[in-house]
């Protein structure tokens, strides 16, 4: 994600053409293809206008100008704002535009003004009636903007032009100028090219021969490293030169026989030189030399100008007036060379291991990638003799052993133990087997989709499971499977088996398998299943072959791309951001929100033919091949929503309140400027929702020093987040005169009325307490029935899943001893069901509170706490004779958990001590210890909101809740109740009555 940016809505200094701190030249991907990534343009919406826009340039950091008869637009990223400058100025295309003093140089053919926002029209400063062209103009390190007229340089100033500096020797006209990062000025004139350092003499770039002269190579383009001289056009006799600071050299022919007229050019912020011809669209220049790119933005016009921001993006306008912007610096897409790596550049499998690292199966070997480079690689399975060709799948199971299956280099399978490679041939005849796909399912069976070698298909195949004893089923048409070529399997979302195979889906009901014939679903080959997060099925039918389906909600509908495009699906991914993506030699496509997006297409991407995916723990996803390796997409790689306009603050009616606004965009717009999300926060207190006006009112803000936090997410996330310092000031000397002059009964009005303001700030914060507390509430008690819900789902039924698989299995006539074995592991099963619930019956209501009473749950609870965080904790509990009702045991102890969960959190204690008592007058209970301590009245809302629980449970029972809290000196909570409750019903255990 892009660092937080603010851009205040004032004039700021052009941004020059590859200006500020970049990487290394030519690291990371090439540009063109970086330029090339349909993902990373984005167009942005003109100004309706009777006259096109012809130049733009750069504006502030992330900003562009652009003229159009006498008007001046300016697009800081946001939105466009109009300034009307002078009719006659802007007749013509603006060059440039230079930010000095408190207004704005502004450059055309002919003429030369300066402009002030605030005043209109702009003040002409030179305006050419002669064939003297001035040179193209440009700003050095100081902020000085300069020209070249005959052999002279010109600085421009806000009221005149004036002689800066002579030219070069013996030079007669000028014909370019331009300046780098040092100061250093550059000249293109009629003796060739020249550069001059601050306070020193000109001198002739060495081996240039007669580049230059006769107005050759007019433009000059600078970066912070190179400067490149360029012609007014390409052909076969005008390239250009470029100077690294040490050596002058001539750029590659463009191969352009025919003159191709330049329209503008810049250097980016990695070094690279984008040209815009009128022929070619862009070309680009680095390392590897010229580059011909045509965005499929552009769709096939000629590019009439760009420009270059300081925040490093390229914003192109066509022939036909659109703009465009692109992020270059961006490094979305990247392509790693698996033939460097040692194994083949076609990838059939990947798999994800528990270190985060990445195994890769290709045809002619396994390799395991570390994100950078490749760890390891086998070309055999160690000293089984086995060779690791045409891998056909991997699978990791929980414990990190590897699993692979081949599609002819080898039979069965092999399984990698973190040391040594193992051959398996089991069950017997899974030598003569292809092993399409391996998959490890939640109850700890590994299940194989088998296909068959030879003519025989139909006679071999199927699927295997190995069950967590090490047993195997196969099961085959005979057990109701459609076909017995098997490509995949799945467990659905409500736990039942699904299994894709060359006559469509089957799924596992009533002890065998039947085919899924619901209306809309696959009838013909499946070769890929995933289960989404949201436990929707998904089906791709093939490598090569059209047909997406998804099931939601016992429904099946076919997806479908823009435009009628078909789509295929060879393997499936979930993105912890955006969605579904699924590949196949189609390319790579994206499902989000009932929307299918198209990745990729021909050309677009190093590579469109791709199977197998996987994503990571960072969202990265990694993509492989066929013919052009690993690659690395980073499709949540977005910039962060902007604050674009600094909070502005309208006083009113002296310290009786506030009014704070503020601007915020998506530059991208990813996210529309009304579906941005605002909240607010006044000195560390809670999170508030804003308008969508972005504009907040605080009423009555105490008089002090106040910091005011403001933060936009945009729709994926990404925030930025600014703070506003104020200083509400006391009452000044003649306020103070006027109240003693009103006397008593002034007095004491302002008095009532500090009290009822103080007041009312109370019932406030005690009621943005209460909607806190009650939020968390009803948020732990969704979360809770999620867990639950999770724990049954996830865990129980897991259990009885297979426990009831294995009654049928029992149920079975055959051998008896399969069948005695079959009924022991269902008895297994059934007694780990019913700890499991016990256990879970135990979370959600302690049964020592039940059974034993408050002292012997207290004094589990101690212990077992003392034992998880070696925490020493003292305690005295005198219960003895004092009978306590079912609410007042229930509270304590529900009291007593979340104290001891605070201070496990927070406080940093080495020691605990704990008091319960009770006698027939109150209930004690105290809970002390030496941690850090802090101040209870400056305690955020969410940071208090379990401290308001406690509170609140014990004013319930008519009881009272004391805090005692210093820095560095512990922390002391009190709760004393009556022994007896009418409330004795609600979620509270029973009693304690030792």
């Given at each position: 994600m892009c660092a937080l940016a603010l851009c205040l809505a004032a004039l700021t200094q052009e941004a020059r053409a590859g200006g500020g701190q970049h990487p290394e030249r030519g690291a990371g991907q090439p540009i063109d293809e970086r330029l090339d990534d349909p993902w990373r343009w984005r167009q942005i919406e003109i100004p309706p206008a009777e006259h096109p826009m012809l130049a733009i340039r750069p504006w502030g950091e992330s900003g562009v100008a652009g003229a159009q008869h006498g008007d001046l637009h300016v697009f800081d990223g946001y939105q466009w704002s109009r300034?009307?400058?002078?009719?006659?100025?802007?007749?013509?295309?603006?060059?440039?535009?230079?930010?000095?003093?408190?207004?704005?140089?502004?450059?055309?053919?002919?003429?030369?003004?300066?402009?002030?926002?605030?005043?209109?029209?702009?003040?002409?400063?030179?305006?050419?009636?002669?064939?003297?062209?001035?040179?193209?103009?440009?700003?050095?390190?100081?902020?000085?903007?300069?020209?070249?007229?005959?052999?002279?340089?010109?600085?421009?100033?806000?009221?005149?032009?004036?002689?800066?500096?002579?030219?070069?020797?013996g030079t007669t006209r000028i014909f370019g100028l331009g300046t780098d990062a040092d100061g250093t000025l550059y000249a293109s004139c009629d003796t060739g090219l020249w550069r001059r350092t601050v306070a020193a003499t000109w001198e002739r770039l060495p081996g240039q021969g007669t580049a230059g002269r006769d107005g050759r190579l007019p433009r000059v383009v600078t970066g912070d490293e190179h400067v490149y001289f360029l012609p007014s056009a390409f052909d076969a006799e005008h390239r250009g030169m470029g100077w690294d600071g040490q050596q002058l050299t001539s750029l590659p022919d463009v191969q352009r026989r025919v003159a191709d007229p330049i329209e503008d050019a810049a250097v980016t912020n990695d070094g690279t030189l984008i040209v815009a011809s009128r022929f070619a669209s862009l070309r680009v220049y680095d390392d590897r030399g010229?580059?011909?790119?045509?965005?499929?933005?552009?769709?096939?016009?000629?590019?009439?100008?760009?420009?270059?921001?300081?925040?490093?993006?390229?914003?192109?306008?066509?022939?036909?007036?659109?703009?465009?912007?692109?992020?270059?610096?961006?490094?979305?897409?990247?392509?790693?060379?698996?033939?460097?790596?040692?194994?083949?550049?076609?990838?059939?499998?990947?798999?994800?291991?528990?270190?985060?690292?990445?195994?890769?199966?290709?045809?002619?070997?396994?390799?395991?990638?570390?994100?950078?480079?490749?760890?390891?690689?086998?070309?055999?399975?160690?000293?089984?003799?086995?060779?690791?060709?045409?891998?056909?799948?991997?699978?990791?199971?929980?414990?990190?052993?590897?699993?692979a299956g081949?599609?002819?280099?080898?039979?069965?399978?092999?399984?990698?133990?973190?040391?040594?490679?193992?051959?398996?041939?089991?069950?017997?005849?899974?030598?003569?087997?292809?092993v399409h796909r391996i998959r490890a399912t939640a109850d700890g069976s590994l299940w194989f989709a088998l296909l068959s070698h030879g003519p025989t298909?139909?006679?071999a195949g199927g699927l295997a499971r190995r069950s967590p004893g090490g047993s195997w089923t196969r099961y085959t048409t005979a057990e109701g499977l459609p076909d017995n070529r098997c490509y995949d399997l799945a467990m659905s979302g409500d736990g039942e088996f699904v299994a894709a195979t060359g006559g469509g889906l089957a799924e596992w009901r009533d002890d065998r398998w039947a085919r899924i014939r619901t209306p809309g679903s696959p009838q013909r080959r499946v070769f890929a299943l995933h289960v989404s997060r949201d436990g929707d099925l998904w089906a791709g039918c093939g490598l090569n072959q059209s047909g997406v389906y998804v099931r939601s909600d016992d429904r099946w509908r076919r997806l479908r791309a823009a435009a009628g495009r078909p789509l295929g699906a060879a393997d499936f991914v979930d993105h912890p951001v955006s969605g579904v993506f699924f590949s196949s030699h189609m390319g790579l496509s994206w499902y989000e929100q009932g929307n299918v997006y198209e990745v990729t297409g021909p050309g677009e991407l190093p590579a469109c033919s791709f199977w197998p995916l996987a994503t990571d723990q960072q969202g990265t996803l990694w993509i492989g091949s066929h013919g052009r390796g690993l690659i690395r997409f980073a499709p949540d790689d977005k910039s962060a929503p902007q604050i674009i306009a600094s909070p502005e603050l309208d006083w009113h009616d002296g310290r009786a309140g506030v009014t704070v606004s503020w601007l915020a965009a998506d530059w991208w717009n990813e996210t529309a400027a009304d579906s941005l999300r605002s909240e607010w926060k006044l000195d560390n207190d809670v999170w508030e929702p804003a308008s969508p006006e972005r504009q907040?009112?605080?009423?009555?803000?105490?008089?002090?020093?106040?910091?005011?936090?403001?933060?936009?997410?945009?729709?994926?996330?990404?925030?930025?987040?600014?703070?506003?310092?104020?200083?509400v000031p006391l009452p000044g000397p003649e306020l103070i005169g006027f109240r003693l002059a009103l006397g008593l009964a002034g007095t004491l009005i302002v008095a009532m009325g500090l009290f009822l303001l103080v007041r009312n700030r109370q019932l406030r914060l005690a009621q943005r307490r209460l909607h806190v507390l009650n939020v968390r509430?009803?948020?732990?008690?969704?979360?809770?029935?999620?867990?639950?819900?999770?724990?049954?789902?996830?865990?129980?039924?897991?259990?009885?899943?297979?426990?009831?698989?294995?009654?049928?299995?029992?149920?079975?006539?055959?051998?008896?001893?399969?069948?005695?074995?079959?009924?022991?592991?269902?008895?297994?099963?059934a007694r780990d069901a019913l700890q499991r619930v016990r256990r879970l019956s135990s979370v959600l209501r302690p049964r020592v509170l039940d059974e034993l009473g408050l002292h012997e749950a207290v004094s589990t609870y101690l212990a077992d706490h003392e034992q998880r965080t070696g925490m020493a904790i003292v305690s005295s509990i005198a219960l003895e004779g004092?009978?306590?009702?079912?609410?007042?045991?229930?509270?304590?102890?529900?009291?007593?958990?979340?104290?001891?969960?605070?201070?496990?959190?927070?406080?940093?204690?080495?020691?605990?001590?704990?008091?319960?008592?009770?006698?027939?007058?109150?209930?004690?209970?105290?809970?002390?210890?030496?941690?850090?301590?802090?101040?209870?009245?400056?305690?955020?809302?969410?940071?208090?909101?379990?401290?308001?629980?406690?509170?609140?449970?014990?004013?319930?029972?008519?009881?009272?809740?004391?805090?005692?809290?210093?820095?560095?000196?512990?922390?002391?909570i009190k709760v004393t109740l009556p022994p007896g409750h009418p409330h004795a019903d609600g979620d509270t255990p029973s009693g304690d009555t030792k």
């Open positions: 300034h009307h400058v002078w009719q006659a100025l802007l007749e013509q295309q603006l060059t440039a535009a230079f930010a000095v003093e408190d207004g704005l140089l502004l450059f055309t053919g002919m003429r030369i003004a300066f402009w002030r926002e605030a005043a209109a029209p702009a003040h002409i400063i030179d305006e050419r009636t002669d064939p003297r062209p001035r040179t193209p103009p440009c700003q050095d390190a100081e902020g000085r903007v300069l020209t070249g007229l005959d052999n002279q340089v010109y600085q421009v100033t806000s009221a005149r032009m004036e002689p800066f500096l002579d030219g070069p020797p010229w580059t011909h790119v045509a965005p499929s933005a552009v769709q096939g016009e000629y590019v009439r100008s760009l420009c270059v921001t300081e925040d490093g993006r390229l914003v192109i306008l066509s022939g036909s007036g659109r703009m465009f912007a692109c992020d270059i610096e961006s490094q979305r897409w990247r392509t790693h060379d698996t033939e460097e790596g040692g194994v083949s550049a076609s990838i059939n499998a990947l798999a994800l291991a528990p270190d985060g690292r990445l195994w890769v199966g290709t045809h002619d070997g396994i390799a395991l990638w570390n994100g950078s480079s490749f760890d390891q690689v086998w070309h055999e399975a160690g000293d089984t003799g086995v060779s690791l060709a045409s891998v056909t799948t991997l699978c990791v199971t929980p414990d990190g052993q590897l699993y081949s599609g002819s280099g080898f039979g069965g399978y092999v399984r990698f133990d973190g040391e040594r490679w193992h051959h398996h041939t089991e069950p017997e005849g899974v030598s003569d087997w292809c298909i139909d006679a907040i009112t605080l009423s009555h803000p105490k008089p002090g020093r106040h910091t005011l936090q403001l933060r936009v997410t945009d729709q994926a996330g990404n925030s930025d987040s600014i703070e506003k310092h104020f200083l509430l009803l948020s732990s008690q969704e979360t809770e029935a999620r867990k639950i819900s999770r724990d049954l789902h996830d865990d129980l039924g897991q259990v009885l899943t297979a426990t009831a698989l294995e009654l049928q299995l029992a149920q079975r006539p055959g051998d008896e001893t399969r069948r005695a074995n079959a009924l022991d592991r269902a008895l297994e099963g004092v009978p306590l009702s079912p609410a007042v045991s229930g509270h304590l102890y529900r009291i007593l958990q979340e104290a001891l969960t605070n201070i496990t959190r927070h406080s940093e204690a080495g020691t605990v001590r704990v008091e319960l008592r009770a006698d027939e007058e109150q209930v004690l209970l105290q809970i002390e210890d030496d941690g850090v301590g802090f101040d209870p009245r400056r305690l955020p809302l969410e940071r208090g909101v379990g401290l308001a629980g406690m509170r609140e449970r014990a004013h319930l029972l008519g009881g009272s809740f004391t805090i005692t809290s210093r820095h560095g000196l512990g922390t002391r």
